[in-house]
């Protein structure tokens, strides 16, 4: 069975940067694409980027495009997410996912795709 750790994030300021990681176990690594998703307060889980099997391919939402940068790690089963420019909008819980899927047909179908989740990691930026 597919299990997700998320760590990182935690309070920061706006305008900062950081990073979260999520390690990958109990399966293929390179079966699967693999996600980050957030959901704020009161609000919805939305999609925010995902990475093909190989890195070779990404996919980010409109509202993280050119400040969130996504990478994998095949050989040690970890994904990231370099968060930069943080806004108080990004105050999430975020978390990672992985699917037998693309990062754009990702992107389309958001958390209507059978996925496997991680249990969330809070990140809280001050204004």
């Known amino acids: 069975q597919v299990q997700l750790v998320e760590s990182g994030g935690g309070l920061v300021q706006a305008g900062d940067s950081s990073l979260l990681s999520c390690a990958f176990s109990?399966?293929?690594?390179?079966?699967?694409?693999m996600a980050w998703f957030r959901q704020a307060p009161g609000k919805e889980r939305e999609f925010a980027a995902a990475i093909s099997w190989n890195g070779a391919s990404t996919a980010y939402a409109d509202a993280v495009k050119g400040r969130f940068t996504m990478s994998r790690d095949n050989a040690k089963k970890t994904v990231a997410l370099e968060m930069n420019s943080l806004k108080s909008e990004d105050t999430a819980v975020y978390y990672c996912?992985?699917?037998?899927?693309?990062?754009?047909?990702?992107?389309?179908?958001?958390?209507?795709?059978?996925?496997?989740w991680g249990q969330g990691t809070q990140v809280t930026v001050s204004s």
């Open positions: 996912a992985a699917a037998k899927t693309t990062p754009d047909f990702w992107a389309t179908r958001g958390t209507n795709l059978d996925a496997d």
């Open positions: 109990g399966g293929t690594f390179i079966s699967y694409a």
